[in-house]
């Protein structure tokens, strides 16, 4: 590797969606974020500049920090009130969506099946498929989720439609997966970017539906407009290396930088490496830093071993052996080795690998979180 330079090489984690949607199984979380129903809570980056991923406890022991991105935040039909601060018109809280905020989700599920069988209301069908899917407070019944899902589907309900697509799509016999197709592409005309967004890894692809990196191109570009963070990746990603659009760097490069304010964690990596190089945009070797501790702080391993390189080195931010050590041994249990940094740790004093083992002890305490 030249000196002063950084490979982009694994940094797109596009390949890895795909072969998973190629394997029959689900795009990350994440990649439903905007549109899906479960947002996990946020956790702040623990003392000592660590990786805030440690000791997370998983998704059925959280409370989710928000709703389904469709349940409204009122009743419908609600008298409407003016507070006395602003003087602006307020309606109180939707109760099924309350209580799920609050993590009383048996009282969320009743109370979503109450509204869902007097008003046919679709958003309360999800909220009801959403509980009994996950088992949030309830056991588990993925054959009762899925006739709420289909329920609101049949209103039109771009959630449930994309739910049941992405189900078909996993699930169901190879003569469904064109039904599956049809499905998101109905939600995504909804307005549901998600779908958008796997249509085209489905397009992008070439095992459901024809291969056309055009077409892929065009649904990620919708799925953009509407700041799905993943998309505005993928579409990066699409015009660095020119297909199905034409390649343009710049372009690229302006669509990382909007995915990482978006949160897009990978763009974040590949942005820093840009900057670094001063491949297509300007260099800047402490805005790279920024972006690479900003990575490894959401716990992206090759942010970390990056990050590690410019603190050995003194690149963008003060040589310090301690901290790019630390950060190092966290990439290399993610299963990222670097020989360089691996000399680096061995030539530490005793003293400063007791001060290294001292703040990776600090990062993996559950109090950091």
């Known amino acids: 590797m030249r000196a002063g330079r950084f490979p982009s090489r694994s940094v797109s984690r596009l390949a890895a969606l795909l072969a998973m949607l190629a394997a029959g199984l689900t795009a990350p979380a994440s990649v439903r974020a905007q549109d899906g129903p479960i947002q996990l809570p946020v956790y702040n980056p623990p003392p000592g500049d660590g990786p805030p991923g440690v000791n997370v406890p998983p998704p059925g022991g959280a409370t989710p920090s928000k709703a389904p991105a469709s349940i409204?935040?009122?009743?419908?039909?609600?008298?409407?009130?003016?507070?006395?601060?602003?003087?602006?018109?307020?309606?109180?809280?939707?109760?099924?969506?309350?209580?799920?905020?609050?993590?009383?989700?048996?009282?969320?599920?009743?109370?979503?099946?109450?509204?869902?069988?007097?008003?046919?209301?679709?958003?309360?069908?999800?909220?009801?498929?959403?509980?009994?899917?996950?088992?949030?407070?309830?056991?588990?019944?993925?054959?009762?989720?899925?006739?709420?899902?289909?329920?609101?589907?049949?209103?039109?309900?771009?959630?449930?439609l994309f739910t049941l697509g992405s189900l078909t799509l996993i699930t169901g016999a190879p003569d469904q997966k064109d039904d599956g197709v049809t499905m998101l592409r109905a939600a995504a005309a909804k307005g549901n970017s998600a779908a958008a967004y796997n249509l085209g890894l489905i397009y992008l692809q070439g095992a459901v539906a024809p291969k056309e990196p055009a077409t892929a191109a065009e649904w990620f570009k919708q799925a953009a407009d509407a700041d799905q963070p993943d998309a505005v990746y993928a579409l990066a990603t699409?015009?660095?290396?020119?297909?199905?659009?034409?390649?343009?760097?710049?372009?690229?490069?302006?669509?990382?930088?909007?995915?990482?304010?978006?949160?897009?964690?990978?763009?974040?990596?590949?942005?820093?490496?840009?900057?670094?190089?001063?491949?297509?945009v300007p260099k800047d070797e402490a805005r790279a830093a920024a972006l690479f501790r900003k990575a490894a702080l959401a716990g992206n391993p090759i942010a970390q071993n990056r990050y590690a390189r410019i603190l050995s080195a003194g690149r963008g931010v003060p040589q310090d052996k301690i901290a790019a050590a630390a950060w190092h041994l966290t990439a290399k249990a993610k299963k990222l080795d670097d020989p360089v940094?691996?000399?680096?740790?061995?030539?530490?004093?005793?003293?400063?690998?007791?001060?290294?083992?001292?703040?990776?002890?600090?990062?993996?305490?559950?109090?950091?979180?």
């Open 238 to 280: 699409l015009y660095r290396d020119g297909n199905g659009v034409p390649k343009d760097p710049l372009e690229s490069a302006r669509l990382l930088a909007r995915a990482d304010d978006l949160g897009n964690v990978v763009a974040t990596t590949e942005l820093g490496i840009l900057v670094f190089n001063g491949a297509g």
């Open 72 to 160: 409204p935040l009122t009743k419908p039909g609600a008298a409407k009130s003016t507070t006395a601060k602003t003087g602006k018109s307020a309606t109180p809280p939707d109760p099924a969506f309350a209580a799920y905020q609050r993590g009383r989700y048996k009282t969320a599920l009743t109370l979503a099946v109450q509204r869902a069988n007097a008003q046919g209301d679709p958003v309360a069908m999800v909220l009801a498929g959403e509980i009994l899917s996950q088992g949030y407070g309830v056991r588990q019944d993925q054959a009762a989720a899925q006739k709420w899902y289909e329920a609101a589907a049949a209103k039109g309900n771009a959630d449930a």
């Open 341 to 369: 940094l691996d000399k680096l740790v061995e030539s530490l004093t005793p003293q400063e690998r007791a001060a290294v083992d001292a703040r990776l002890k600090l990062w993996q305490s559950p109090t950091a979180l």
